[in-house]
T-cell receptor, first 116, second 116 residues
C-alpha cells in the first residue's frame, strides 16, 4: 500500500478481554515501531522491530502486552486481559534503510482503543 | 539512555510571526538523528524535518528550519511566517545509531496556537 495501514481504526472492548491490533507497514520498510498516545499526551514508545526481531521491548508496560512481526512485514500488537488504563491511541510507524541509516518514520492513522 | 525534553507545553503566536519551538536532548551516542513531527487535531503524524548528528549544516524544509546546536544538545524548530494551519502539536524526536539504539523516542510535545 501507499502508506502504513492500521486496523481496526477504532476498537471498543470490555475490560478483561484480549485485543489484537494490526499494522501493515510500507512495503520494503525494515523497521517497525509501536507507540501509545493517551489523550493530549506525547508518544510512549512500546516496541520496535528490525526485520522480524525485536531488539528493544523495553517500552512494553506489562506482560499483558506482546507483539510479533512475521515475514518482515505485518505486525500484531496483542493486549491480554485489557484494563481501562489501556485506553489510548496505538500508533504504528515504519522506516527504511538508506545508505545504512534508518530514515524518518512514517506513521499510520492509529487504532483508538477504548476499554469499558 | 536517550532523552528528549520539550519545555514549552503551549505557545500562542500571532499569524505571520516566526516561531521557535525548543527541544533539548541527551545521548551518549556520537551518531544520532533528530526529527520534528507535526500532529494536527486530526491526529495524523506528519514528518517535518530531519537533522543528522554529523550534518554540517542546519536542515531546512520550506518554512521549517532546525537550529542545531550540537554542543548545547539542542535542536530547536523554527517556523518562519507562521500560518493559521500551523496550529498543531509539535513533537521533537531522536533516534540513536542504527543497530545500537535505533528506537525513536519523542518529547512530550508543544501545542502551538497561531492567532489571526
Amino acid at each position: 500500500g501507499a502508506g502504513v495501514s492500521q486496523s481496526p481504526s477504532n476498537k471498543v472492548t470490555e475490560k478483561g478481554k484480549d485485543v489484537e491490533l494490526r499494522c501493515d507497514p510500507i512495503s520494503g520498510h525494515t523497521a517497525l515501531y509501536w507507540y501509545r498516545q493517551s489523550l493530549g499526551q506525547g508518544l510512549e514508545f512500546l516496541i520496535y522491530f528490525q526485520g522480524n526481531s525485536a531488539p528493544d521491548k523495553s517500552g512494553l508496560p506489562s506482560d499483558r502486552f506482546s507483539a510479533e512481526r512475521t515475514g518482515g512485514s505485518v505486525s500484531t500488537l496483542t493486549i491480554q486481559r485489557t484494563q481501562q488504563e489501556d485506553s489510548a491511541v496505538y500508533l504504528c510507524a515504519s522506516s527504511f534503510v538508506l545508505r545504512g541509516v534508518n530514515t524518518e518514520a512514517f506513521f499510520g492513522q492509529g487504532t483508538r482503543l477504548t476499554v469499558v | 539512555a536517550q532523552k528528549i525534553t520539550q519545555t514549552q507545553p503551549g505557545m500562542f503566536v500571532q499569524e505571520k510571526e516566526a516561531v521557535t519551538l525548543d527541544c533539548t536532548y541527551d545521548t551518549s551516542d556520537p551518531s544520532y538523528g533528530l526529527f520534528w513531527y507535526k500532529q494536527p487535531s486530526s491526529g495524523e503524524m506528519i514528518f517535518l524535518i530531519y537533522q543528522g548528528s554529523y550534518d554540517q549544516q542546519n536542515a531546512t524544509e520550506g518554512r521549517y528550519s532546525l537550529n542545531f546546536q550540537k554542543a548545547r544538545k539542542s535542536a530547536n524548530l523554527v517556523i518562519s511566517a507562521s500560518q493559521l494551519g500551523d496550529s498543531a502539536m509539535y513533537f521533537c524526536a531522536m533516534r540513536g545509531a542504527m543497530n545500537r539504539d535505533d528506537k525513536i523516542i519523542f518529547g512530550k510535545g508543544t501545542r502551538l496556537h497561531i492567532l489571526p
